[in-house]
């Protein structure tokens, strides 16, 4: 069972940054942050493949966030950096992580989840 520690989020005006951290206790085929406002439905907003190193983006982040993955012997970590933040990024982000490969492109096909870190932006 992988496990997910995130941490970061917080609150900050609109223009601010806010960097999301994301430690899976052992190899992933894909590890990604999905976040959910209240009311609507869970979106994903990043992803990356640990071997391709290929990332998707959100048309609606593009250009203002980067998720990028670490390695240390043990963790294998995704940090979502979060620029030019918006008030209609406000949500509670989660951090998700698949093995066994195919696609990563929706929550439905992620295998672990985090608890959630709520990013708060004020306008």
């Known amino acids: 069972q992988v496990q997910l520690v995130e941490s970061g989020g917080g609150s900050v005006q609109a223009g601010g940054s806010l960097r999301l951290s994301c430690a899976a206790s052992?190899?992933?085929?894909?590890m990604g942050w999905f976040r959910q406002a209240p009311g609507q439905e869970r979106e994903r907003v990043a992803t990356?493949?640990?071997?391709?190193?290929?990332?998707?983006?959100a048309d609606s982040v593009k250009g203002r966030f980067t998720i990028s993955r670490s390695r240390d012997n043990v963790k294998n970590t995704a940090i979502l950096q979060m620029n030019s933040l918006k008030p209609e990024d406000t949500a509670m982000y989660y951090c998700?992580?698949?093995?066994?490969?195919?696609?990563?492109?929706?929550?439905?096909?992620?295998?672990?989840w985090g608890k959630g870190t709520l990013v708060t932006i004020s306008s």
């Open positions: 998700a992580a698949k093995n066994g490969g195919g696609s990563c492109d929706s929550s439905g096909s992620m295998d672990y």
């Open positions: 052992e190899y992933t085929y894909c």
């Open positions: 990356i493949y640990t071997n391709t190193e290929g990332k998707f983006y």
